[in-house]
T-cell receptor
Framework: AQSVTQLDSQVPVFEEAPVELRCNYS??????LFWYVQYPNQGLQLLLK??????LVKGINGFEAEFNKSQTSFHLRKPSVHISDTAEYFC???????????FGTGTRLTIIP | NAGVTQTPKFQVLKTGQSMTLQCAQD?????MSWYRQDPGMGLRLIHY???????DQGEVPNGYNVSRSTTEDFPLRLLSAAPSQTSVYFC??????????FGPGTRLTVL
């Protein structure tokens, strides 16, 4: 079975400060990892994904994430946040041979002007 | 190219009523799925389909039915609505082995 843990339900950050949203996963096989963003009253949009290869993955809107197999983590980072980054962020995992995508409970990012 | 569309956007039902949430896609994706989103619980998989005529249960299938007669459409049926089914419902598709594309959602309230 696969699972995802997002350690922080809410993260407040001052505008232009850096941010890290934490994600840990559990799976017995090779994984594919994703970060999705949900802006208020909208559907989910893919930020970035790790399938294989380089462990540092760059996504849209200046976000990046690093796959760490030994720590089973896939933390999301941005060096300088903007008001427009206010949203809920979901980490998700699927496994080789498993059709299903399992989501974490989400982290609400609030940017403080 | 509309991507994934869902109707209706909002719906209010009374306990015991039935309804169908519609999902359609124009990307020719084989894999389609339904999720529900509840506060503090993330998205949970209800049912999914790997192609026309093939469906399977996800994490929370009770109270919901699906069918897949065409590649484009994947409706979700609530047989007898309950207040516990108040939620936001998302349909998603996937073309290859990775990225899922989500519809805009249907906000359902059951009184």
């Amino acid at each position: 079975a696969q699972s995802v843990t997002q350690l922080d339900s809410q993260v407040p950050v001052f505008e232009e400060a850096p941010v890290e949203l934490r994600c840990n996963y559990s799976s017995s096989v090779s994984v594919y990892l994703f970060w999705y963003v949900q802006y208020p009253n909208q559907g989910l949009q893919l930020l970035l994904k790790y399938l294989s290869g380089s462990t540092l993955v760059k996504g849209i809107n200046g976000f990046e994430a690093e796959f760490n197999k030994s720590q089973t983590s896939f933390h999301l980072r941005k060096p300088s946040v903007h008001i427009s980054d206010t949203a809920e962020y979901f980490c998700a995992v699927s496994s080789f041979g498993n059709e299903k995508l399992t989501f974490g409970t989400g982290t609400r990012l609030t940017i403080i002007p | 190219n509309a991507g994934v569309t869902q109707t209706p956007k909002f719906q209010v039902l009374k306990t015991g009523q039935s309804m169908t949430l519609q999902c359609a896609q124009d990307m020719n994706h084989e894999y389609m799925s339904w999720y529900r989103q509840d506060p503090g619980m993330g998205l949970r998989l209800i049912h999914y389909s790997v192609g026309a005529g093939i469906t399977d249960q996800g994490e929370v299938p009770n109270g919901y039915n699906v069918s897949r007669s065409t590649t484009e459409d994947f409706p979700l049926r609530l047989l007898s609505a309950a207040p516990s089914q108040t939620s936001v419902y998302f349909c998603a598709t996937r073309g290859g082995t990775d990225t899922q594309y989500f519809g805009p959602g249907t906000r359902l309230t059951v009184l």
